[in-house]
């Protein structure tokens, strides 16, 4: 079975599927509402020069987000790949 793993530590140009969300609240609302839904693919288009914040392409189109809200996506390599 594949180990989930932190939108945060996914490299550039890489693609992953999203295997969950830990946020709550507020948080979880915008995660959902910019469409990081499990089994949705993302992909890691550049990190900023310092890492924070990362931008990230999910359902074709491109969302900045913060290193501290990226560690509540979990995400999964199985089915990654390009969508």
């Known amino acids: 079975?594949?180990?989930p793993f932190l939108?945060?530590?996914l490299g550039e140009g890489e693609w992953a599927r999203v295997?969950?969300?830990?946020?709550?609240?507020p948080m979880r609302r915008?995660?959902?509402d910019i469409?990081?839904?499990e089994g949705?693919?993302?992909r890691c288009l550049l990190h900023s020069p310092?890492?924070?914040p990362a931008a990230y392409e999910i359902r074709g189109a491109v969302f900045a987000l913060r290193r501290e809200d990226s560690q509540n996506v979990l995400l999964s390599q199985e089915?990654?790949?390009t969508p």
Do not use: I, K, W, Y
């Open 30 to 32: 915008r995660l959902l």
């Open 79 to 81: 089915g990654g790949g």
């Open 50 to 52: 310092f890492g924070d």
């Open 1 to 3: 079975m594949n180990e």
């Open 19 to 25: 295997a969950g969300l830990q946020a709550r609240g």
């Open 7 to 9: 939108l945060s530590s």
């Open 40 to 42: 949705t693919p993302v």
């Open 35 to 37: 469409g990081l839904t």
